[in-house]
């Protein structure tokens, strides 16, 4: 069954970055790219994460959010900038800060228990 949980949880994430890449690459509107990929995002840290750790420990979902915020919060500092910048990094960290995004990640963090839900159901299917 944990194998199972893994692959199930493998399989999101894969779709899951390519969801976030090809957003990343194509698309520039005012609600996708900014929110959406900011809600998913949260989802496909939470599902990297069970790869690792299939056995969900309980504050999960919230751990995977302070991440979510830190990293927020390092665009506040202009952190990439003072890394040296560079297309990668600042893709990777962005470069700013906006409480909408905070928001954002919170949506994505409510939405992993019904997708908990669903994918325990899913890996007990035979």
Do not use: N
């Not at 899951?16 to 809600?39: K, N, Q, S």
């Not at 003072?82 to 994505?108: M, R």
Request: charged share 15%.
């Amino acid at each position: 069954m944990l194998k199972r949980k893994r692959l199930v949880y493998l399989s999101l994430s894969a779709v899951l970055f390519l969801i976030e890449l090809f957003i990343a690459l194509f698309v520039r509107d005012r609600f996708i790219r900014p929110y959406f990929g900011d809600v998913l995002v949260v989802i496909l840290v939470y599902c990297a994460v069970r790869v690792v750790l299939p056995e969900k420990p309980r504050l999960l979902p919230i751990y995977v959010f302070v991440f979510a915020v830190c990293v927020e919060i390092t665009q506040y500092l202009d952190l990439a900038e003072l890394l040296g910048g560079g297309v990668l990094l600042e893709t990777l960290i962005g470069t700013s800060f906006s409480w909408l995004d905070i928001l954002c990640y919170l949506c994505g963090t409510i939405l992993i228990y019904p997708l908990d839900v669903l994918i325990k159901h899913l890996s007990t299917l035979k």
